[in-house]
């Protein structure tokens, strides 16, 4: 639950952003259609909005509650006043051109370009910042901790996250185990056990090998953790822990341009997080390894 102070420091859309993982199904419809559709939220009566989300009035209610507020129209005023802060538009723009990147369309300049890759890039990164729970952080940098191998699987160029997870971790001192084949990686999933710690890597959370290694990997008694962007994904139902990025609304409205990449910049920024908690629980240890393993592996390939 949020605190009445926290709604003071952020914008409440982004508050809610960060809940609605958490929040049980009826109460996320409510955040869903919110975060969705702000601008009619900010001003419908409370019997309009449970009608949207096919909820009780009490649950609005209960709702208005979780997320720190004393009443609905306290609510209504916090969506107004963070639209005004944003500048959001009044009528919501349909996109109907097919894009090639992410928001780039025919007409964008260059600098336009440049900016809206920088801008898209920088966005996400705070919206992942906003969207983590750190409770959730802690327990899986807890099994980080408790887990003899780390094993990686992903699909893709969720890859990307992964290979930095495996860098990153190895140098730290943990054994890490990531395989690009897909086969192989659902025979390690296969033969795993209590003492290891399995990732699975999917912004959409649908990645069918993905899914499937996480459930393989839980029936064998492993944890299991799941970084994507939906929490209503099948890999979340195959995850101990889930940690959510903020790249839904990239994934959802680019047409054919349907691989987000400013979501694999979320999933590193989520596996560096985790690093950076891990190693500096491991100060010492870390530093030593990473000494270690610059010596072996790093050293002899720079030039003077």
């Not at 949020?2 to 049980?24: A, F, V």
């Not at 009566?45 to 609905?72: M, W």
């Not at 969207?131 to 699987?153: G, K, P």
């Not at 979340?236 to 990239?250: C, E, G, M, R, Y």
């Amino acid at each position: 639950m949020l605190h009445q102070s926290d709604t003071g420091s952020q914008n409440i859309l982004d508050l809610i952003s960060k809940e609605q993982p958490y929040l049980n199904p009826a109460l996320r419809r409510v955040a869903d259609f919110i975060l969705e559709h702000p601008n009619q939220a900010k001003s419908i009566p409370i019997h309009e909005l449970a009608q949207e989300c096919r909820v009780a009035e009490s649950s609005v209610t209960r709702f208005v509650k979780v997320i720190g507020l004393k009443s609905y129209q306290e609510l209504k005023i916090a969506i107004a006043e963070t639209l005004s802060a944003k500048n959001v538009p009044e009528t919501e723009v349909l996109l109907e051109e097919k894009f090639v990147f992410e928001g780039i369309t025919r007409s964008d300049t260059e600098p336009t370009i440049v900016e809206k890759v920088m801008s898209r890039n920088i966005q996400t990164l705070f919206d992942t910042k906003q969207r983590l729970n750190f409770s959730q952080v802690t327990r899986a940098v807890d099994a980080i901790d408790r887990a003899q191998v780390l094993i990686f699987c992903c699909m893709g160029s969720s890859g990307l996250a992964a290979e930095e997870a495996v860098m990153r971790f190895t140098r730290a001192g943990k054994k890490c185990l990531l395989f690009r084949d897909q086969s192989i990686q659902l025979m390690t999933a296969a033969i795993v056990n209590a003492d290891d710690l399995v990732f699975g890597l999917s912004n959409s959370g649908r990645s069918a090998q993905v899914i499937e290694c996480l459930n393989l990997a839980q029936s064998r008694g492993a944890s299991t953790i799941a970084i994507t962007s939906f929490e209503d994904s099948p890999l979340v139902t195959f995850a101990d822990i889930a940690l959510f990025t903020a790249t839904k609304s990239a994934t959802r409205e680019y047409g054919l341009y349907r691989e987000s990449m400013t979501s694999k910049m979320a999933q590193i920024l989520v596996i560096d997080i985790l690093y950076a908690i891990f190693a500096s629980r491991h100060y010492d240890q870390t530093l030593q390894h990473l000494e270690e393993t610059y010596l072996a592996a790093i050293r002899d390939t720079r030039r003077a």
